[in-house]
């Protein structure tokens, strides 16, 4: 499973308008509702699943990268979305650091093993400092999409 094969490209948001973790999962969940992917009406509860998982433990894992993520029972699809934030933003990451690198993961519930199978994709890339350092670099959503769809050549994978 490729990255480019479960992230949804319409949804990207190369500079975020929110400031804080809650805002900033709202309107990547928004961005998922405006490409097609979930149902305006599902967007309020996908946003709660979200949140409500991040309440348990942060997904700021440090290197200025955070992976909110939930299996919501509206979600039919393994989806992702990526959100880039120049200022960054707190999302309570072990290290302490501002985030500005924010990966939206959203899976049924019924498919735990693509969303294991996604989650250990998408770590291994963000694990990678060049790969990290472009993403953070790309201002652009065409410059997002392109490394996703170059990322395994980036990684050596």
Excluded: W
């Amino acid at each position: 499973m490729k990255l480019s094969d479960f992230f949804v490209k319409k949804a990207i948001i190369s500079e975020l308008k929110a400031t804080d973790r809650k805002g900033v999962i709202m309107e990547l969940v928004n961005a998922l509702a405006e490409s097609g992917c979930i149902s305006p009406n599902e967007v309020e509860a996908v946003t709660k699943a979200v949140i409500q998982r991040e309440n348990q433990g942060s997904t700021g894992f440090g290197k200025g990268v955070a992976v909110p993520h939930a299996k919501p029972e509206c979600v039919k699809r393994v989806m992702a979305t990526v959100g880039r934030s120049s200022t960054g933003v707190d999302f309570a990451a072990l290290d302490r650091a501002p985030v500005y690198t924010i990966v939206l993961l959203l899976s049924p519930p019924s498919e735990a093993d693509n969303h294991l199978a996604a989650m250990t994709n998408i770590f291994r890339h963000l694990q990678n400092d060049n790969f990290r350092r472009f993403l953070r670099q790309a201002d652009t959503r065409e410059a997002i999409v392109d490394l996703l769809d170059e990322a395994e050549e980036i990684i050596g994978v």
